[in-house]
C-alpha cells in the first residue's frame, strides 16, 4: 500500500516537472520578444482541396533576417524550421475551409508560401499577419522580395 503511494506521488511529481519545464521553454522562446502564434502545414503536392489535417501549433520568433519557428507541444530547445526573409515567397492567403476552420484558432489567416522551393501554409491571426507581411518587405535594399 506504501508502495503504491509512493509510486503515484512519483507520477505525480513527474508530471509536474514535465508540466513545468514545458513553461519555462515557452518563456524562454518569448523571452527576446517578437514572437506570434503561427500553425504551420506542409500540405502533400498535388492537394487542390485543403484539409484540416497536418497542422502543427507553434510560435514564430522573429531573429534578424529569419524566423524561427517551434512547436507548441515540445520540449526542443531549438526551432523545428528557421524560415530565411530572402528565400519565403508568399503565394496567396485565404481563409480556412471546411475542416480547417477546427484545426486552427479561430481568428486564423492561411497564408500559402514557398521556401527553398518546399511549399508550406502559415496560419495566424490578422495582427501577426500585418507584422510579418511588413518584416517581409522590410527586407534590406538589393534583397529579393516577393508579397502577393
Request: hydrophobic content about 45%; glycine content about 10%.
Amino acid at each position: 500500500m506504501i508502495l503504491a503511494f509512493q509510486v503515484c506521488g512519483a507520477l505525480v511529481a513527474v508530471a509536474l516537472l514535465g508540466l513545468f519545464v514545458f513553461g519555462l521553454r515557452r518563456r524562454l522562446i518569448q523571452r527576446p520578444g517578437g514572437t506570434f502564434d503561427c500553425s504551420l502545414r506542409m500540405p502533400p503536392t498535388g492537394a487542390d482541396k485543403p484539409s484540416g489535417k497536418g497542422w502543427a501549433y507553434g510560435v514564430a520568433r522573429y531573429s534578424g533576417d529569419r524566423i524561427e519557428w517551434f512547436r507548441v507541444f515540445s520540449y526542443a530547445p531549438r526551432p523545428r524550421r528557421v524560415l530565411e526573409r530572402s528565400a519565403i515567397e508568399v503565394l496567396h492567403r485565404r481563409a480556412p475551409e471546411g475542416q480547417e476552420e477546427l484545426a486552427l484558432l479561430s481568428d486564423a489567416v492561411i497564408l500559402v508560401c514557398e521556401h527553398r522551393g518546399t511549399r508550406l501554409e502559415l496560419a495566424m491571426s490578422d495582427d501577426a499577419l500585418t507584422g510579418f507581411l511588413a518584416w517581409l518587405e522590410a527586407a534590406p535594399p538589393g534583397q529579393r522580395v516577393n508579397v502577393a
